[in-house]
């Protein structure tokens, strides 16, 4: 005969439910390390602070906006989405390893740093940028002709409205025949092959073939890692 001791599933169940309630907490409370790069939260009158606070359903967590997916807004996207970043008065000399997590930000807020000035490749990526605010002695990535206006106040400038280059540049032939120009940030554009195209200048027609790449790549790999076995065993014998 089983016995079976009173109360033992109702303790399991509970223990397994604050367990999930736990595990669920911690993921919501998990932010981007671009949110918490700088001590502090947003200032109340910063234009980062006032744009989340104005529209409805965005939330101010430490220095980023974020959408109700979790989204930077104001930063890049990320699995907790971003919409824009302040990271204002934070003695950053570069944006740090962590900045390409908001490459989906539309605001970005950098002022108050002291930047190196070019700023260019950091920017790689971050298409839906639409305002960028700069230390007075940082230039705009990309240059005055990668965004709409420029603006220069007393102790930082704007860089605002960024141009996609692609329509700009007047030269129909700067992408093979199989590709087309895509931007890729401030200032920055790329080609990429269309469907059924890959390979230099789009020119190889069909499929990367993976299969066989991996194929190949797989049986080199063995073939080395037997040779050196063998080497390693005959020197254990010798010796």
Not at 102 to 112: G, P, W
């Amino acid at each position: 005969m089983a016995f079976r001791e009173r109360g033992r599933p109702s303790s399991l169940v509970a223990w397994a439910a604050a367990l999930l309630l736990a595990l669920g907490v911690e993921r919501a409370l998990a932010l981007p390390e671009i949110c918490i790069q700088c001590p502090g939260s947003v200032q109340n009158l910063s234009e980062v602070a006032l744009y989340c606070k104005q529209t409805p359903g965005l939330m101010l967590h430490a220095r980023c906006c974020l959408n109700q997916k979790g989204t930077i807004l104001g930063q890049m996207p990320l699995p907790v989405p971003l919409c824009r970043l302040d990271l204002q008065n934070c003695s950053l000399k570069d944006p740090g390893p962590h900045f390409p997590q908001a490459h989906t930000a539309i605001i970005i807020d950098l002022q108050v740093n002291p930047l190196k000035d070019d700023l260019a490749g950091t920017f790689r990526g971050f298409t839906q940028l639409q305002t960028l605010i700069l230390p007075q002695d940082v230039s705009c990535p990309g240059g005055i002709n990668a965004w709409d206006t420029v603006t220069f106040y007393t102790n930082n400038q704007t860089c605002q409205g960024q141009r996609n280059l692609c329509n700009s540049t007047g030269d129909p032939e700067m992408c093979p025949e199989n590709g087309s120009c895509e931007p890729d940030g401030p200032g920055l554009l790329q080609c990429v092959c269309a469907d059924g195209f890959h390979g230099y200048k789009c020119m190889r027609q069909g499929s990367f073939p993976l299969l066989m790449f991996f194929g190949i790549l797989g049986s080199t790999t063995l073939s080395i890692s037997i040779l050196l076995w063998g080497t390693q065993r005959r020197k254990a014998k010798a010796s």
